[in-house]
């Protein structure tokens, strides 16, 4: 059964469609995004179409793709420094009453260096000079040698992808390397200052160097008087694994769910660290954010409606993430108490009886100041599929078939893994 993709906004350089539900976004499969965008126009091409940002197999809406590399560093850029405006319907089970949540101080505040710019703008202030590190061939094949004690000869190919800028993936792969390179410089300059110290450090039982630059005293003349260094630090211990949905939501406090003053009635945020499960593609929330890998992440919810569904009460809300971490919006309702229609990654098995998890993509705006002779932005909405009738929810939910079977429910995010919500 063929499904028309709806095209929310288009130029030469990039492409903003309604994903429907329960489609992968790429692989070797019958159904995908980019099988689908080739069906509908056929002057495509499968590989010229590149990923700019991903969402959930079994969420829906708003998705933008590159059809030229231009096009898609741009995208992307935007979307790394966190230019992207973003807004995602969802249904909730039970009824969502913000009144009742405890009121604080909205403090969460996003440091990175595009939302500053963009706050000094709407404040009518200059904003300030931003300048970007990169990495360079020169540069990388130089950091690689100091710090790997690789020979600085020619790079090899895989080293110039890392620091390629033509297509989506090389851009992933140029940020990857310079996190990498980031990270590891670290990590070597405080292993080598943690030896210098214990090689300066008196060890219990080593002997005292002689003054006169004779034989030590006390010295080991047995022929293997080494010093003894004392053992390495043992590595952190991974986060313990969760065993139920209770321990990936973790405890719910003032802190974490709360109204703030000044906000819409109907208004509150969950502004939680998230983290990954050690061996699961899951994610839990860590009050704490204790263990590496831990980010802050902050939604905003608002309630639209409140109604039924199949018997049971449900809400509908408006989310607008903060941040962009992975199922942070499923993660984050969860936590709230809230868990998604449908969801059987988060909601368990008894979510199979629903016909989709009820998470879509409403809204999306691109900047695309970085492509030259474009410049402005690329925005699209998409329809509402959670509409109401007398109070009971009535969700459009498209069929995707592929050739000789069912495109999968809403049970198959579990089973194909995870992507990013945005």
Same mark, same amino acid.
């Given at each position: 059964?063929?499904?028309?993709?709806?095209?929310?906004?288009?130029?030469?350089?990039?492409?903003?469609?309604?994903?429907p539900?329960?489609?992968?976004m790429?692989?070797?499969?019958?159904?995908?995004?980019?099988?689908?965008?080739?069906?509908?126009?056929?002057?495509?091409r499968?590989?010229?179409?590149?990923?700019?940002?991903?969402?959930?197999?079994?969420?829906?809406?708003?998705?933008?793709?590159g059809?030229?590399?231009?096009?898609?560093?741009?995208?992307?850029?935007?979307?790394?420094?966190?230019?992207?405006?973003?807004?995602?319907?969802?249904?909730?089970?039970?009824h969502?009453?913000?009144a009742?949540?405890?009121?604080?101080? &909205?403090?969460?505040?996003?440091? %990175?260096? @595009?939302? =500053?710019?963009? $706050?000094?703008? #709407?404040? !009518?202030?200059?904003?300030?000079?931003?300048?970007?590190?990169?990495?360079?061939?020169?540069?990388?094949?130089?950091?690689?040698?100091?710090?790997?004690?690789?020979?600085?000869?020619?790079?090899?190919?895989?080293?110039?992808?890392?620091?390629?800028?033509?297509?989506? &993936?090389?851009?992933?792969?140029? %940020?990857? @390397?310079? =996190?990498?390179? $980031?990270?590891? #410089?670290? !990590?070597?300059?405080?292993?080598?200052?943690?030896?210098?110290?214990?090689?300066?450090?008196?060890?219990?039982?080593?002997?005292?160097?002689?003054?006169?630059?004779g034989?030590?005293?006390?010295?080991?003349?047995?022929?293997?008087?080494?010093?003894?260094?004392?053992?390495p630090?043992?590595?952190?211990?991974?986060?313990?694994?969760?065993?139920?949905?209770?321990?990936?939501? !973790?405890?719910?406090?003032?802190?974490?769910?709360?109204?703030?003053?000044?906000?819409?009635?109907?208004?509150?945020?969950?502004?939680?660290?998230?983290?990954?499960?050690?061996?699961?593609?899951?994610?839990?929330?860590?009050?704490?954010?204790?263990?590496?890998?831990?980010?802050?992440?902050?939604?905003?919810?608002?309630?639209l409606?409140?109604?039924?569904?199949?018997?049971?009460?449900?809400?509908?809300?408006?989310?607008?993430?903060?941040?962009?971490?992975?199922?942070?919006?499923?993660?984050?309702?969860?936590?709230?108490?809230?868990?998604?229609?449908?969801?059987?990654?988060?909601?368990?098995?008894?979510?199979?009886?629903?016909?989709?998890?009820?998470?879509?993509?409403?809204?999306?705006?691109?900047?695309?100041?970085?492509?030259?002779?474009?410049?402005?932005?690329?925005?699209g909405?998409?329809?509402?599929p959670?509409?109401?009738?007398?109070?009971?929810?009535?969700?459009?939910?498209?069929?995707?078939?592929?050739?000789?079977?069912?495109?999968?429910?809403?049970g198959?995010?579990?089973?194909?893994?995870?992507?990013v919500?945005?």
């Open positions: 059964e063929d499904v028309d993709l709806e095209v929310l906004a288009r130029n030469e350089h990039l492409i903003m469609i309604s994903k539900p329960d489609v992968r790429d692989g070797d499969f019958d159904v995908t995004v980019g099988r689908l965008l080739v069906h509908n126009f056929p002057e495509l499968l590989e010229d179409i590149k990923l700019v940002h991903q969402l959930d197999y079994a969420t829906s809406g708003a998705l933008l793709l059809l030229t590399s231009g096009g898609a560093r741009a995208a992307s850029s935007a979307f790394e420094r966190r230019a992207v405006e973003k807004q995602y319907l969802a249904v909730v089970h039970g969502v009453h913000p009742s949540l405890p009121q604080r101080l &909205h403090d969460f505040k996003e440091t %990175r260096p @595009a939302k =500053r710019k963009a $706050h000094a703008a #709407a404040a !009518g202030g200059a904003p300030p000079v931003r300048e970007r590190a990169s990495v360079t061939e020169e540069n990388f094949r130089l950091a690689r040698a100091a710090l790997e004690g690789v020979p600085a000869g020619d790079m090899t190919v895989a080293e110039r992808e890392l620091c390629g800028l033509d297509g989506f &993936h090389a851009v992933r792969d140029h %940020r990857r @390397a310079r =996190r990498y390179l $980031h990270s590891f #410089a670290q !990590g070597r300059t405080a292993r080598q200052q943690r030896r210098l110290e214990h090689q300066s450090r008196p060890v219990e039982g080593q002997p005292e160097p002689a003054e006169d630059g034989e030590a005293r006390g010295a080991d003349t047995s022929g293997d008087g080494g010093r003894q260094l004392p053992p630090a043992p590595a952190p211990a991974p986060p313990p694994r969760p065993t139920s949905l209770e321990e990936l939501a !973790g405890e719910r406090s003032p802190q974490t769910v709360y109204r703030a003053p000044g906000a819409a009635p109907e208004t509150f945020f969950v502004c939680v660290p998230i983290g990954e499960v050690p061996g699961d593609f899951r994610m839990r929330v860590s009050p704490q954010a204790s263990h590496p890998g831990d980010r802050a992440a902050c939604t905003e919810v608002e309630v409606q409140r109604g039924t569904y199949m018997g049971g009460p449900v809400t509908k809300v408006l989310l607008k993430p903060t941040t962009g971490r992975r199922h942070q919006l499923r993660v984050h309702l969860l936590h709230a108490g809230h868990v998604i229609v449908g969801d059987t990654t988060y909601g368990g098995r008894e979510q199979d009886a629903y016909p989709r998890m009820m998470l879509h993509a409403w809204t999306l705006r691109v900047p695309l100041d970085g492509l030259e002779g474009v410049g402005g932005c690329l925005q909405r998409t329809q509402d959670f509409g109401f009738v007398r109070g009971e929810l009535t969700p459009h939910v498209p069929v995707v078939r592929a050739r000789g079977g069912a495109g999968g429910g809403a198959d995010a579990e089973r194909w893994g995870a992507a919500e945005g």
